[in-house]
């Protein structure tokens, strides 16, 4: 098996290897090399008695698009009208001020977890600044 593998040096004597897709995988070593041989004894360890095999997905048709039946995503006008009436039948979720309070306060928390994961990986790309 051969996979696509991101090097980075982060420091003076360490670098890292990492892959993402189809294992999620990273290592460091000292040198380039040595975080690419952890990297496979990492990937090694992960995938013991795992088999890989190519699934073919059928394409499907443009009438029967995958994962759809017959024409329930036409596009033609009363498709359309009758998507967005199944919508608007859609109840409107009924949450008590308590409710959206956590809810808020758990959103905004997502967010700047987010945002805080982005800031450390943009720091940790070659020519980043501190």
Known sequence: MELSVLVQQTGNDRFRAWCDSPIAASAEGTTRD???ANLRTEIGTKTRGVEVVRLAIPNGSADDPLGTVGDEQSNDPESIAAWIAA???IPPLQMTADEEAVWMTERRARSHRDAGAIDRFASELPGATE
């Open 87 to 89: 919508f608007d039948a």
């Open 34 to 36: 040595e975080a690419l």
